[in-house]
């Protein structure tokens, strides 16, 4: 759920980088309450192989936020 106040402290996760790691993703927590890791990823990779070196189209964490929006709309019945 929400909290009812602001907090500057930020919840830091580790992850040991490995050649099968393609991408960091570091965004706030509106992405994290409507996309899971799982779909995040999904959805970078799919951008990424859309438009391998992110010239075509919008810039990629654009196109991210995009989708975040049409997810958070989704959820509460509205239409982006």
Excluded at 18 to 26: A, G, I, P
Excluded at 39 to 50: G, P
Excluded at 56 to 80: C, S
């Amino acid at each position: 759920g929400h909290l009812p106040y602001i907090t500057g402290k930020p919840k830091v996760q580790r992850h040991a980088v490995t050649k099968q790691d393609c991408y960091l993703v570091v965004a706030t927590d509106g992405v994290w309450e409507h996309m899971s890791s799982e779909e995040v990823a999904t959805e970078v990779d799919r951008i990424f192989s859309e438009d391998p070196k992110g010239k075509e189209h919008k810039h990629p964490a654009m196109r991210l936020v995009d989708t975040v929006i049409r997810h958070a709309a989704d959820k509460v019945g509205l239409q982006a």
